[in-house]
């Protein structure tokens, strides 16, 4: 069973960073990919970012964060890793990542998750 672990969540002002990491029990490999998604009270989930772990790395992000997140990974730890810069109040949310198969930004084309870090950022 493949078990997800993120953290780095927490309190934040505005304007404030945070760097998420997301650890892993089982290796990924070049045919995998790390997404992160988010969820705020009362919304659907959301796609962050996602990177493919190969070689090359593929990388997209979600339209309300370009430029103000990267995504990461450090293959030899099997981290991945979400740096967040210019935080706004709109960012808070519980913060997950997921791996899966499929380059894809729905939360549906992901196998497994982890349990979320809670990400607060007051204006």
């Known amino acids: 069973q493949v078990q997800l672990e993120e953290s780095g969540g927490g309190l934040v002002q505005a304007g404030g960073s945070l760097r998420l990491s997301c650890g892993s029990s089982?290796?990924?490999?070049?045919?995998?990919?790390m997404g992160w998604f988010r969820q705020a009270p009362g919304k659907e989930r959301e796609f962050v970012a996602l990177i493919r772990w190969g070689t090359g790395g593929s990388i997209t992000y979600g339209d309300s964060v370009k430029g103000r997140f990267t995504i990461s990974r450090d293959k030899a730890s099997n981290t991945g890793y979400l740096q967040m810069s210019g935080l706004k109040p709109e960012d808070t949310a519980v913060y997950f990542c997921?791996?899966?198969?499929?380059?894809?930004?729905?939360?549906?084309?992901?196998?497994?998750w982890g349990q979320g870090t809670q990400v607060t950022v007051s204006s």
């Open positions: 997921a791996r899966g198969t499929q380059y894809a930004t729905s939360a549906r084309d992901y196998n497994y």
């Open positions: 089982s290796r990924f490999y070049s045919s995998h990919v």
